[in-house]
């Protein structure tokens, strides 16, 4: 494979740009950097706006109860305070439910009824921050406290009550939806015939992104003009005034959505939370801009979280330990609403991506969708899209099978992978994954990290009563949704653009429908212009995030920037490239066909002395064209890909377990990557490091969980706990390059496989620690409290 | 509204304002005077986002009341830079990729002046325990490790009126 990407072009391991013009495969520093690293970023708290004023939420202490009343009185006669905003006045107006991204719906504000702990019950505006923090003290709730249901086996039981009455008598349930993939008779035979079957309970706890910037934003309805300026902290501007067009009956044209800059995303700031709607109405209401901002507690107690699947993994194999056969029954816990943002054809994500690396036949996947009375989502964290969890299932399945027959995991894993002559391959849940090299990836991996040595090593701390684990992981991601055919949000298909303007002096100007939240965007989509057109990185402007100007987008999650923006940004170079090609064939008085593009510059063949610059040929765009051609160079592209693009890679962690404490130590983790072909591999390796530490922390410390009463036991970060400088292992990365056969440029995407890959390899090491003393799983978080029980119950506390 | 008049001293300037006294430090100099390079990222001290120096000590001021700051002299990130010319850390922030959103930054870097002024040749994980107060979900935090490790190398060698050394390579 690797031969042949190189033979076509499409393999680009070393820059083929000038340094000075810095394009794919220069760590060009980030031209982002200058105003943050002066604290001159422009987020959305540091935005304030003339007259602007404030809105802060009541929330309940309740996991579910009945709103007998709302006494405001109180709240407004503080001075300042404005005006309190109920379900009632909502309900006036037909705001009190909006729809989620997953076709279900949401209250903005309860009528009757809240459903989880901190939801939002009403909106006070006042004049200052402090003010309206006063009036929400001061409304009065009266709540008549509800049985609350916080597991989603107990949702399902037959005689549960119904959490969601709105969905009509045929509905009186708290199943959401069913979902499944895959052949389930040809599956059930294969697992029959298995030599060998291997089955888990694998939790996924509720986790959440908790990105150091909350939620929130500026709504200024201008009515004079019946223009809405909404400033937000969004990943997905153009969906939002779409969504708000739709909900509001405002006309498209007079919404404008600005994100500014974005203290990080992860999949947390795609959703439409409450908090967003209340503060449009509000300023609807009273005709001046009114800021919503959340604070720590509000964002991981009300926002979107991720994961919380019950996952049960059945596994077939040969006793020699091919793999044949692999059933998973899934319960997603969604809280009250599925307020997800999957794709519209995919209530469970791309989960049946559940077959990871290896090469078999049989598989089934069945996912169900439960209410509960817990906040909405089922969105993300770094990884949109159920990615995450089939790979730890997947994982830690191929890993319990490798103990179960006394097979080394990395010779398992070599064994069962998809081989690189077999690509394109179809897995047998559907997908088609465009290329990678798994053997490539392990083998480095076990390389550089010592594999054998560290196996003896393990036997000979056994041995002497010492707790030591070496866990893999060989993962696949499937990212860059998505092409049209299979992927949209609300209809809305998930193709993605960028529009070029080159100016008369040979500067340029970019907007991409992507928007940036950390990743670097402004540097990096400029560095494509520079590589498809020879303008130096620095000559080159980056926009996004303003939907007055930028060209519509999905936005930026599931590291779908560079498969779908990225495409789209090399294509549209490549149309101003060939409108530059008639150019100086006018300019030079030869024909087209004699003209090679080489260095930012096209050349007679043969006469390299007679050319014309990319510049000179901006130039001659506004002034000297040929006749019949219109001015200007400019150029856009909505890219549709082909297909999905799949990054991969191998991760090996070694932990140490203290036998005192349970305390976990990851003592060394090497992650070797494969995103294609790299832009900057500065950046690429600090999405790496970023998402791999998004990886260790719900392995080890992060987990939102419930009391039976419904009350949030992770509410602060005095409790959900964020690993530190302290605790994050020194991370060691690696790469191989495997380009995307079918995207322009050859790259994959990068920002969530990390996340993705590195939680299995950790749990993976824990359990092979433990392995001998018959610890076959333990779920993530692996806490100390957790492994030191075990320990206790094995008798070999220390 | 009751207020009270404070004088304090805010990167070397004399600032006056008349503020209630539940106001918070980070409230006042982001809400009332305007400097927003200083972040709220939490409601309990976990994060550092807002960390600034109070006479030359590092602290939080989101825990801080602006009253308590009567009198004192406070440096925030938009002290660090010498007009065109970065300070040392900004400068190795940038070098070594130490930053992708950028939020937690200014924090990051104000702790990391702080650890520098009281251990100028920090070790590795003299470095990390430095700045675990404060969190960053984007880089995993080798890279800011990397940048201190710069800055602290650069402030170490003898002053100079040279331009600041040419950066290092940033892969």
């Known amino acids: 494979m690797t031969d042949m990407m190189s033979e076509t072009g499409l393999l680009k391991e070393t820059p083929q740009t000038t340094e000075a013009v810095g394009g794919m495969g220069y760590s060009v520093k980030r031209k982002e950097d200058p105003r943050f690293i002066r604290g001159q970023g422009e987020y959305i708290d540091d935005l304030v706006l003339p007259g602007m004023l404030w809105l802060d939420i009541v929330r309940s202490p309740y996991a579910h109860a009945t709103i007998k009343g709302i006494d405001a009185s109180e709240a407004l006669k503080i001075p300042g305070v404005l005006a309190v905003i109920t379900g009632a006045d909502l309900e006036k107006a037909g705001l009190h439910w909006m729809p989620t991204l997953a076709g279900d719906k949401q209250m903005v504000l309860p009528t009757d009824t809240v459903m989880y702990q901190a939801q939002e019950v009403a909106a006070v505006v006042a004049t200052s921050r402090y003010i309206a923090a006063d009036g929400v003290a001061a409304v009065l709730v009266d709540y008549e406290p509800l049985p609350v249901i916080v597991d989603p086996f107990k949702s399902l039981e037959p005689d549960a009550f119904v959490l969601r009455p709105d969905r009509g008598p045929d509905k009186a349930n708290n199943h959401i939806w069913h979902w499944e993939s895959g052949d389930r008779a040809g599956t059930d035979t294969a697992m029959e015939a298995a030599e060998v079957r291997v089955s888990e309970d694998i939790y996924i706890p509720r986790i959440h992104v908790a990105s150091i910037e909350t939620c929130g934003c500026i709504a200024d309805w201008n009515a004079t003009r019946g223009q809405m300026t909404l400033h937000m902290t969004s990943q997905a501007p153009h969906a939002i005034r779409t969504v708000l067009a739709l909900v509001s009956g405002l006309p498209e044209q007079n919404i404008r959505v600005k994100t500014h800059d974005i203290g990080g995303g992860f999949g947390g700031k795609v959703p439409v939370y409450p908090g967003y709607v209340l503060a449009v109405v509000a300023s609807l209401t009273v005709g001046k801009p009114v800021k919503w901002i959340e604070d720590r507690s509000e964002n991981l107690q009300a926002d979107s979280f991720a994961r919380d699947y019950h996952i049960h993994a059945e596994l077939g194999a040969t006793k020699a330990g091919k793999i044949t056969a692999l059933k998973v029954k899934t319960v997603a816990d969604h809280g009250y609403t599925d307020a997800a943002a999957d794709p519209s054809k995919f209530p469970a994500g791309l989960f049946n991506v559940i077959t990871g690396s290896y090469d078999f036949d049989n598989a089934f996947v069945e996912v169900d969708g439960v209410y509960t009375n817990k906040p909405p989502g089922g969105v993300a964290y770094r990884c949109s899209f159920r990615v995450t969890e089939a790979v730890h299932a997947i994982e830690r399945m191929v890993d319990i099978l490798a103990h179960d027959i006394g097979k080394d995991p990395a010779r398992l894993r070599m064994e069962n992978f998809i081989q690189p002559d077999q690509f394109p391959y179809k897995t047998p849940t559907g997908w088609s994954y465009d290329s990678g090299d798994y053997p490539r990836a392990l083998q480095k991996a076990l390389d550089m990290i010592g594999y054998d040595d560290l196996r003896k090593e393990q036997l000979e701390k056994r041995a002497k009563g010492e707790l030591m684990g070496i866990g893999i992981s060989s993962f696949t991601e499937i990212v860059g949704a998505g092409p049209s055919h299979d992927f949209d949000i609300l209809g809305i298909k998930m193709f993605d653009s960028c529009e070029i303007r080159v100016h008369p002096t040979g500067k340029v100007l970019a907007r991409i429908g992507v928007q940036t939240q950390g990743q670097g965007h402004e540097t990096t989509f400029a560095q494509i212009i520079a590589e498809e057109l020879g303008f130096p990185v620095a000559d080159i402007k980056i926009e996004y995030g303003d939907t007055d100007t930028a060209p519509y987008g999905l936005g930026t999650y599931a590291s779908r920037s560079t498969p779908v923006a990225g495409a789209a940004t090399a294509i549209a170079a490549r149309k101003i490239r060939d409108k530059s090609r008639k150019i100086a064939a006018h300019l030079l008085e030869a024909s087209e066909d004699d003209l090679e593009w080489t260095n930012g510059k096209f050349s007679v063949k043969g006469s390299p002395d007679k050319s014309k610059t990319i510049q000179e040929i901006a130039f001659a765009a506004y002034t000297n064209h040929p006749a019949g051609m219109e001015a200007g160079l400019e150029a856009v592209d909505y890219y549709d890909p082909p297909n999905l693009t799949c990054p991969f890679g191998s991760y090996i962690c070694v932990v140490d377990i203290d036998r005192g404490t349970g305390q976990v130590t990851v003592r060394r983790f090497v992650a070797v990557d494969d995103c294609g072909n790299i832009i900057n591999p500065m950046i690429v390796d600090g999405q790496i490091h970023g998402g791999l530490t998004m990886g260790f922390a719900p392995s080890l410390y992060e987990e939102i969980s419930y009391d039976e009463l419904g009350n949030n036991l992770a509410g602060t970060f005095m409790d959900y706990l964020l690993p530190t400088a302290v605790e994050t292992p020194a991370w060691e990365t690696g790469k191989t390059v495997t380009p995307s056969p079918h995207h322009p440029i050859g790259a994959k995407g990068v920002g969530e496989s990390a996340t993705v890959g590195a939680p299995p390899a950790i749990n993976n090491a824990v359990v092979d620690a433990l392995w001998h003393l018959g610890v076959r799983n333990i779920d993530i978080p692996l806490t100390p409290q957790k492994i030191w029980a075990i320990l206790n119950e094995k008798g070999v506390t220390a | ?171």
């Open chain 2, 1 to 171: 509204m009751t207020t009270q008049h404070i004088e304090l001293t805010v990167n070397g300037q004399v600032r006056e304002a008349d503020v209630e006294p539940r106001l918070l430090l980070v409230h006042l100099l982001r809400d009332v005077f305007e400097m927003t390079g200083t972040h709220i990222g939490c409601d309990t001290s976990n994060c550092g986002a807002c960390t600034v120096l109070v006479d030359g000590e590092s602290a939080k001021s989101c825990t801080m009341l602006a009253v308590s700051a009567e009198g004192r002299s406070i440096k925030t990130i938009e002290g660090m830079a010498d007009g065109a010319t970065l300070h040392a850390l900004q400068q190795a922030f940038w070098d070594q990729h130490g930053l992708q959103c950028g939020f937690c930054t200014p924090g990051m870097i104000m702790q990391a002046s702080w650890l520098l002024a009281r251990n100028p040749d920090p070790t590795d994980m003299e470095i990390r325990e430095g700045i675990a107060g404060n969190l960053c979900r984007c880089t995993g935090y080798v890279n800011i490790v990397k940048a201190i490790e710069q800055a602290a190398t650069e402030l170490r060698a003898p002053a100079s009126t040279d331009a600041p050394a040419e950066p290092a390579a940033a892969s």
